[in-house]
């Protein structure tokens, strides 16, 4: 059974950095997809970042881009996201999801296995 449990979450002040960390469990093909979806209060929900398995390649939302960076730890299973930099608008709850997936990433994916999510929340 596929797995995903994020850690890292927590309450920053603007501008500050966090790390949040997925560790996924019983994958049994090397061609996934994991990305971090984030939903703020009264909010929709957004994807925020992407790396496919299969080439490494990543997408970012464009509220995003220049501030954050998703990386993977393979011997780990362990995909990670950098927040810098962070604003009062990137406060929400950051689930960490997956999908079967072979190609670049992007961000246009549907996903259909997710963690429980972790707060970030960003004030002064």
């Known amino acids: 059974q596929v797995q995903l449990v994020e850690s890292g979450g927590g309450l920053v002040q603007p501008g500050g950095s966090l790390r949040l960390s997925c560790a996924a469990s019983?994958?049994?093909?090397?061609?996934?997809?994991i990305a971090w979806v984030r939903q703020g209060l009264g909010k929709e929900r957004e994807g925020v970042a992407c790396?496919?398995?299969?080439?490494?390649?990543?997408a970012y939302a464009d509220s995003v881009k220049g501030r954050f960076t998703i990386s993977r730890d393979n011997a780990k299973d362990t995909v990670y996201l950098q927040m810098n930099n962070l604003k009062p608008d990137d406060t929400a709850v950051y689930y960490c999801a997956a999908t079967p997936w072979w190609g670049l990433a992007t961000m246009n994916l549907i996903y259909n296995i997710w963690g429980q999510g972790t707060q970030v929340t960003v004030s002064s």
């Open positions: 019983g994958f049994t093909s090397n061609y996934y997809a």
């Open positions: 790396i496919s398995k299969r080439n490494n390649s990543t």
